[in-house]
């Protein structure tokens, strides 16, 4: 695959089947290394090993989310995470499988030159407006 900004649907199985991760996730590859951003249900999580790799939330405010390193897609892959949503931190196993049949291309560019012709569009239409006030006056 080569490098870019994707979406894929990712499922989770163990646990208590309370907590829940956001999916489609969003996907990272880069120097074919994928890098996934896991959202939890709650921000009660502190901490993820994947693959043998430890991880700590870049976020706890509103969701736990963490940025894991993805070693492969259609696999599935055990995982750890810690809760501290109980009366002491607990430890539970998990597993999550990313779908490469619903891999998808961010199209960022086309919504940034939407914006941008939008933009240009505003200017030329003010700079027409003005001159022509302008040429009412004289």
């Known amino acids: 695959m080569k490098d870019g900004s994707y979406t894929i649907e990712v499922t989770m199985t163990g646990g208590t089947g309370r ?10 590859i880069e120097n074919g290394i994928m890098t ?4 939890w249900s709650s921000n009660s999580y502190d901490y993820m090993e994947v693959d043998g790799k430890e991880y700590y939330p ?19 892959i055990p995982i750890l995470a810690e809760t501290l ?3 002491e931190p607990h430890l539970i196993e998990y597993t ?6 619903t891999l998808k291309e961010n199209d960022t560019f ?3 030159a939407a914006v941008v012709g939008a933009v240009i569009a505003v200017g030329i239409i003010a ?9 009412k006056r004289d």
Do not use: C, G, W
């Not at 996934?36 to 959202?39: R, T």
């Not at 706890?60 to 599935?76: H, K, N, R």
């Open 127 to 135: 700079v027409l407006f003005i001159k022509r006030k302008k040429n």
């Open 85 to 87: 949503a109980m009366s």
């Open 96 to 101: 999550l499988n990313f779908n490469s049949e």
């Open 19 to 28: 907590s829940q991760i956001k999916s489609p996730a969003e996907l990272e």
């Open 36 to 39: 996934a951003e896991i959202v």
């Open 58 to 76: 870049i976020s706890s405010e509103e969701y736990s989310t963490f940025l894991v390193e993805v070693p492969a897609l259609d696999t599935d």
């Open 110 to 112: 086309p919504l940034s």
